[in-house]
């Protein structure tokens, strides 16, 4: 089992930034890939970006250039840093985590809010 705790959302303004937070615990081994994914109300959730076991990262064209991935490994943390943020990035972020080798098996956190003022 994987433990995910997200933290760091909030109320901002448009333009602001904010830093989410990951800490992933427990059975960590071979975990293939760290993603944010976000929904809003009345939408699917869809992938934000994701860091895979090797560094590589990849981001919804969204988000590009606004939005950083990046990873902790002797903290077991991911970060998510989000700049000039917009009204329509408002929505539950929620960390997931990817296990295995030919079956693959998801990890969720619970989520944190983000919410951008125009």
């Known amino acids: 089992q994987v433990q995910l705790v997200e933290s760091g959302g909030g109320l901002v303004q448009a333009g602001g930034s904010l830093r989410l937070s990951c800490a992933a615990s427990?059975?960590?081994?071979?975990?293939?890939?760290i993603g944010w994914y976000r929904q809003a109300p009345g939408n699917q959730r869809e992938l934000v970006a994701y860091?895979?076991?090797?560094?590589?990262?990849n981001y919804a064209d969204s988000v590009k250039g606004r939005f950083t991935i990046s990873r902790d490994i002797a903290k077991n943390t991911v970060y998510l840093q989000m700049n000039s943020l917009k009204p329509e990035d408002t929505a539950v972020y929620y960390c997931n985590a990817r296990k295995g080798v030919s079956v693959y098996v998801d990890y969720w956190g619970q989520g944190t809010q983000v919410t951008v003022s125009s």
């Open positions: 860091i895979n076991n090797g560094g590589s990262t």
């Open positions: 427990g059975s960590t081994f071979r975990i293939n890939a």
